[in-house]
């Protein structure tokens, strides 16, 4: 089954405590790409991956960090999380077709909440 | 002013009602609309998508661009209990100028009454 897991689904830390929130799809999607989803604000980009090594920052991208090794996973970290990075966050698989962008296939969300 | 309005609800109607959901934006370069649902506690999954002008339709479903007046529609016919969801539009300019970014409205909470 074609799909995009994220881990964990729910986490609530303490502010300051590094975290890793996982992303893998297998799709062999050359695109991925992390929100966050806030309410009253829609879905805003943090960071995207066009392919292996190679990432870029988004709408939102202070406070995370990405990286793209293999081409199914793609993790996002949290260094030193602060309260205001409490939101619902989901990652996001695509593969290019022609000029516009392909559909994103997204995971289930991780609803993080920060102390 | 965002780039993507679009009006999040809720939005109440009883079952058989006709929907209409809408967005507007302000890029004139936008030339590739979509329509995402996303239904409570899940991620957000493609409904329809659209090149340009014009409409499109999908079963129950109907996607309209004006690109003139920069506006965009979504129109659900025979209202179901089960299409109660939030729709998010999303649009985007060709990857040209995007790098495959898409442009989000904040979505609209629709509830169909039984």
């Known amino acids: 089954e074609a799909q995009v897991t994220q881990n964990p689904r729910y986490l609530i830390t303490v502010t300051g405590k590094k975290l890793t929130v996982t992303c893998s799809q297998n799709?062999?999607?050359?695109?991925m790409s992390w929100y966050r989803q806030d309410p009253g604000l829609g879905l805003r980009q943090i960071y995207y991956?066009?392919?292996?090594?190679?990432?870029d920052k988004g709408d939102v991208p202070e406070g995370y960090k990405v990286s793209r090794k293999e081409k199914r996973n793609f993790p996002l970290i949290l260094e030193s999380p602060s309260p205001n990075q409490t939101s619902l966050y989901f990652c996001?698989?695509?593969?290019?077709?022609?000029?516009?962008?392909?559909?994103?296939?997204f995971g289930p969300g991780t609803r993080l909440t920060v102390l | 002013q965002k780039e993507v309005e679009q009006d999040p609800g809720p939005l109440s109607v009883p079952e058989g009602a006709i929907v209409s959901l809408n967005c507007t934006y302000s890029?004139?370069?936008?030339?590739?609309f979509m329509w995402y649902r996303q239904y409570s506690r899940k991620g957000p999954e493609l409904l329809m998508y659209?090149?340009s002008s014009g409409n499109k339709e999908d079963g129950r479903f109907t996607a309209q661009v004006d690109k003139s007046s920069k506006y965009i529609s979504l129109f659900i016919r025979d209202s179901q209990p089960s299409d109660s969801a939030t729709y998010l539009c999303?649009?985007?300019?060709?990857?040209?100028?995007?790098?495959?970014?898409?442009?989000w409205g904040a979505g609209t909470k629709l509830i169909i009454k039984p």
């Open positions: 799709m062999n999607h050359e695109y």
């Open positions: 890029n004139s370069a936008f030339q590739y």
């Open positions: 991956s066009m392919n292996v090594e190679v990432t």
């Open positions: 996001a698989s695509s593969t290019p077709r022609g000029p516009f962008t392909d559909t994103q296939y």
């Open positions: 999303a649009m985007s300019p060709p990857r040209a100028y995007s790098n495959y970014q898409l442009i």
């Open positions: 659209t090149y």
